[in-house]
């Protein structure tokens, strides 16, 4: 499948990656006291975060350290002069056959309305997500490497893209296969299979 060859070459460039340099813990605890301390320390020379994580969660607790902090393109997967990902999207779907559907539409086009996303992000230290948010703090890092983000930035995929799976559901698997429980070929097999099985629970044509 596409997918998994998609897969393989970014599971093959992870493992890569891992060996190459001391990054953070490539897990869920990205907002977690190891990592912070981890960089905090100087112990790990690089984390995969978006640049709002130094202002959000480490400013505050080593104050000062986002002054040693830059930013460098992504090398994953990615077009060969690499990539910075835009800000994450999270899709929200309504469901048409609900018998609350005008109420639904009416409320996320309130929360999607420009004047409640810029109360949201009022002096939040972001890149924007949309043309019309201007209330974010743009981070120094995101000035410093404005030039390069805007030629070579690409939008990210929102979630909830593919049926019977996510990218949340994805770590799992990435996680054992950090932690050697899994091969490459293991952990694209067991994402496919779930894959599989919850989109047949769905009865999604061509499962």
């Known amino acids: 499948m596409l997918i998994s060859q998609n897969l393989l070459i970014c599971l093959r460039g992870i493992r890569r990656w891992l060996t190459m340099a001391t990054l953070a813990n490539f897990s869920l605890l990205i907002h977690g006291t190891v990592v912070l301390k981890g ?75 420009t004047e409640n996303i810029n109360m949201a992000f009022e002096g939040v230290e972001c890149a924007p997500v949309f043309k019309s948010q201007t209330s974010n703090v743009p981070t120094a890092q995101f000035m410093e490497e404005k030039e390069t983000i805007d030629a070579i930035s690409n939008p990210p995929i929102a979630w909830m893209d593919i049926i019977g799976f996510t990218e949340v559901e994805s770590a799992k698997y990435i996680q054992d296969l950090m932690l050697g429980n899994k091969t490459i070929e293991e952990t694209i097999a067991a994402m496919d299979q779930d894959r599989i099985e919850n989109a047949r629970a769905q009865q999604a044509e061509g499962f």
């Open 39 to 113: 960089i905090g320390s100087g112990e790990y020379a690089m984390i995969y975060v978006w640049d709002s994580w130094v202002w959000e969660d480490l400013e505050p607790v080593y104050p000062g350290m986002s002054e040693s902090i830059g930013m460098m393109p992504a090398f994953l997967g990615t077009p060969e002069e690499g990539n910075y990902e835009g800000p994450a999207i999270c899709n929200t779907y309504i469901n048409k056959n609900s018998e609350n559907v005008d109420a639904a539409i009416e409320y996320m086009n309130f929360m999607a309305s």
